[in-house]
């Protein structure tokens, strides 16, 4: 028996019990609604990150929060310097560490740990310097 063409109630043409072309658009729907489930998912999942933050990391770029909170879970104990940390000179206690070209955290130096105070735009961070 010759393998005829039918048509579907779909009003497609093809060989087969189903119509593939309604399958495929079908399975390309369902693959669409998942990966925007997914991407709200992370999106959520992203926002709800920011609580376990030990300093307010919102409204920053998505890099500068991630690379921010790999220096917050790496500096232990004053070694600052690895990062490329430098005082502040009108502030001993400060430690301003570079957390990407536009990016400054400073912290609190408190005696043997830092901690933590905020991550500012370079251009902020130029502005709350006296004298320039
Ligand atoms: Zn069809």
């Not at 119509?19 to 959520?44: F, G, M, W, Y």
């Not at 307010?56 to 220096?71: E, N």
């Not at 232990?76 to 955290?105: A, D, Q, W």
């Not at 933590?116 to 961070?125: D, G, R």
């Amino acid at each position: 028996m010759a393998k005829r063409k039918r048509a579907f109630p779909c009003g497609h043409k093809g060989y087969g019990k189903t119509c593939h072309r309604c399958t495929q658009e079908r399975q390309a729907q369902d693959h669409q609604v998942l990966a925007i489930a997914e991407k709200r998912n992370k999106k959520l999942e992203w926002e709800a990150s920011f609580a376990q933050d030990v300093i307010d990391l919102r409204g920053l770029p998505d890099y500068v929060v991630v690379k921010a909170r790999s220096i917050i879970a790496t500096i232990t104990h004053k070694n600052y310097r690895e990062f490329g940390g430098k005082r502040l000179r009108h502030n001993r206690f400060i430690i301003s560490i570079p957390v990407t070209r536009n990016y400054r955290m400073l912290c609190e130096d408190c005696g043997t740990f830092l901690i933590p105070q905020k991550v500012i735009s370079h251009e902020a961070y130029n502005v709350c310097k006296p004298g320039s």
